[in-house]
């Protein structure tokens, strides 16, 4: 996957992931089924948000579903009100108690959510488009799933993509991943799924089919293995200081298939602290299944640099910025210093931790048999700096599985990190996703070679500094 790859003792498994032959069938759902959901929200309340909706926060779900009939979600968020949605032809019934453990009413009033019925195919035949198959994540027991996607709504980014990935043994939902998010953070698009294209992140613990003739009554979401909030033992992780990773990376970009990438990383603290790899971060993409969407490049690089300690005179140069370069199948070298003017050095390992991340855990998982087999997860947030679409920041999600160690937490394995509407750029694949497959701390350092640049003898690099 690289033109330097590390020595053998730093390397990583690919992730197992590849496509079937001949590809599975379009999947679809039973006529009726019942569901729990882990719904993710694209950001925190923002101006001309209702703060009185759940699209502001994480929220649990009891989902039931009558093909022609209704669609009924009945919500729990980590504020402990609650919110009861049915849609019931072409309308979306509303109720909700702004009491802690509260139950709504059975909902009677309509509220313009624009959203439509579901059917029973959440993938269109003509836009869907199949990838691949492997395991959900690299926890022991976690459901092999087929990756699905599609275009998004036509009226918010068509070239944007909605992800979903089905187990491959009953084409059931897992998880869904919208990449463009509603044309208000209330309302929807009548084309796009009711109710999940308001979060940018879906699980579903549970998904069967069911014999629904009416309407379920109320009843307050619980998933076992899930708890809101931060357990009053459990510490932010702190990452490892020479450490590898190997991610399926998932694009926003309706063009693109994920790419494998391994990821390594080094950081020394202020006293060792010296030259440019001793603070360092190098990603190398593989577009082996993306020949049709950019076949300039086989590998792309991106090479982070920390900062260096506060107060060190002469720091290197390039301290805290980052180059992108790719080297193609022809040994064509294109190079960029901090591509679109934007400094991103490497994080230190506390990055979750520091006050302009504002990291947040909102809950926790332990040992849910489809999401999270034999392992406890906490559920983080950081956010993302504000934006025109976002003036109060977006987030970003990250699930680590914590080491059983009594570190209690500290020692974390990372699962999935997802960005919450990744802007899609001319030409890139917008990465959001990445399902982190192998992890590896390493007992010597990585060689520092691993985080140089092979810039060819006389060739200038391009780009802002």
């Not at 063009?255 to 190398?284: F, I």
């Not at 926790?364 to 048999?369: L, Q």
């Not at 034999?374 to 976002?390: D, G, K, R, T």
Request: hydrophobic letters at 35%.
């Amino acid at each position: 996957m690289s033109t330097n790859p590390p020595a053998p003792a730093f390397a990583l498994n690919p992730p197992p992931v590849s496509p079937t032959s001949p590809p599975p069938l379009l999947p679809t759902l039973p006529a009726s089924w019942q569901a729990t959901a882990i719904l993710h929200p694209f950001g925190p309340w923002q101006p001309g948000g209702d703060c009185t909706k759940p699209f502001f926060e994480l929220c649990i779900a009891n989902l039931a579903y009558l093909e022609g009939g209704f669609f009924s979600a009945q919500l729990l968020g980590s504020s402990g009100r609650t919110w009861w949605y049915i849609v019931d032809g072409g309308q979306t019934f509303y109720s909700t108690n702004q009491t802690r453990g509260g139950s709504p009413e059975r909902p009677t009033k309509t509220t313009p959510t624009n959203w439509a019925l579901p059917g029973t195919t959440w993938l269109t035949s003509a836009e869907a488009r199949y990838f691949a198959s492997g395991p959900l994540n690299w926890m022991k027991g976690a459901p092999s799933v087929d990756w699905w996607t599609q275009p998004a709504s036509a009226q918010t980014n068509a070239n944007a993509a909605t992800w979903i990935w089905v187990d491959s043994a009953t084409t059931l939902p897992v998880r869904m991943m919208f990449g463009a998010p509603p044309p208000t953070f209330d309302t929807g698009t009548l084309d796009q799924l009711a109710l999940f294209q308001n979060f940018s992140f879906t699980y579903f613990p549970t998904f069967s089919p069911a014999s629904l003739t009416s309407v379920p009554e109320w009843s307050t979401p619980s998933i076992p293995a899930f708890n809101f909030g931060q357990p009053p033992d459990l510490e932010f992780f702190v990452w490892n200081s020479n450490f590898g990773m190997a991610p399926m990376m998932t694009p926003v970009n309706a063009a693109s298939n994920p790419l494998p990438t391994q990821v390594h990383y080094h950081w020394t603290p202020d006293e060792k602290y010296q030259h440019l790899a001793d603070r360092a971060q190098v990603t190398q993409m593989s577009y082996q299944f993306n020949s049709t969407a950019r076949s300039d490049p086989r590998v792309d690089t991106v090479v982070m640099y920390g900062g260096a300690p506060t107060g060190m005179q002469n720091p290197p140069p390039f301290a805290d910025q980052w180059v992108d370069y790719t080297i193609n199948n022809a040994g064509f070298f294109s190079c960029t210093i901090n591509p679109g003017a934007m400094a991103m050095g490497a994080e230190a390992p506390n990055w979750v931790s520091t006050p302009g991340e504002k990291g947040t855990i909102w809950a926790t998982i332990d040992d849910d048999p489809v999401v999270s087999p034999n392992n406890f997860v906490a559920l983080y947030s950081v956010l993302f700096p504000p934006s025109c679409q976002y003036p109060n920041g977006r987030f970003l999600w990250t699930w680590y599985s914590r080491n059983n160690d009594g570190s209690n937490g500290v020692n974390a394995r990372p699962v999935v990190f997802m960005e919450s509407a990744s802007s899609i750029s001319e030409g890139g694949t917008s990465l959001a996703l990445a399902d982190y497959y192998d992890y590896k701390i390493f007992a010597d350092p990585i060689p520092p070679g691993t985080f140089s640049i092979p810039v060819p003898s006389g060739l200038p690099i391009t780009g802002s500094t």
